[in-house]
C-alpha cells in the first residue's frame, strides 16, 4: 500500500506567504503599469532627491521586517532541498524588499506624474534609428532636443512610427512634465510649419 508523502518534523518550512505575495504583487503591479502606462518617466533631480531617504528607509525596514521568516526555510520547492541559513536570509530578504520598493516608486512616480504633470510638446531632431531584438522587437529612436543639445532620448516606438521617422528631421513628442519627471505621450513627425 503507498502511503502518502507526508512532510517530516524535519523538513524546512516553504518560504513565508508574505515574501511570496511581495514578490508576487509587486511583479503583477509592475506588469499591470508596463502594460498601461509604459515605463516611460525620466525622474528629475529634485524627485530623486526627495524620495531616496524614505524609499532606503522602506527598503531596510522591510527587509528586517521580512529576515526573521526566512531564517530556516528551505530554497526550492522539493522537501529535500537546503534551508536559508542566516546570510541568504538576509540576501533574499534585501533583494524581494528592493524589487518591492523600486515597483512602488517607480510606478507612483508614474502616477503621481500624470495627476499633477501637464502636457507639453517639444521637437526632437532624429539623430538615428535602430532595431533590438530581445524578449520583444523595440525600433528605437535616437533623439536631440532641438535647442538643448545634451538632451537626448533613446526610445523603442511602433514600426509605423519609426518608418516615418528621417534622420536629421524633427520629430514632434507629447510629454507630461511636472517636478517628479517627464514622461513621452506619443511621437509623430514635426509638422514642417511649426
Known sequence: MNEPDLPDATDPPPLPAGVQAMLIGSSVVLLLAALTLGISIRPSAAFGIAVTPFALAAWLGLALRVQPGIVGCRVGRRRDSRAYGPWGAWALALAASLFAVATTVGV????????????????????????????????????????????????CVGPDTQAEAVVGRPMELTLCRSWIGEQVLSVQPANPTS
Open 108 to 155: 507612483g512616480a508614474e502616477i503621481a506624474n500624470r495627476a499633477i504633470g501637464h502636457d507639453a510638446t517639444q521637437d526632437y531632431e532624429v539623430l538615428g534609428k535602430y532595431v533590438t531584438h530581445a524578449k520583444s522587437t523595440c525600433y528605437g529612436l535616437d533623439l536631440r532636443s532641438i535647442g538643448q543639445p545634451q538632451d537626448r532620448l533613446h526610445l
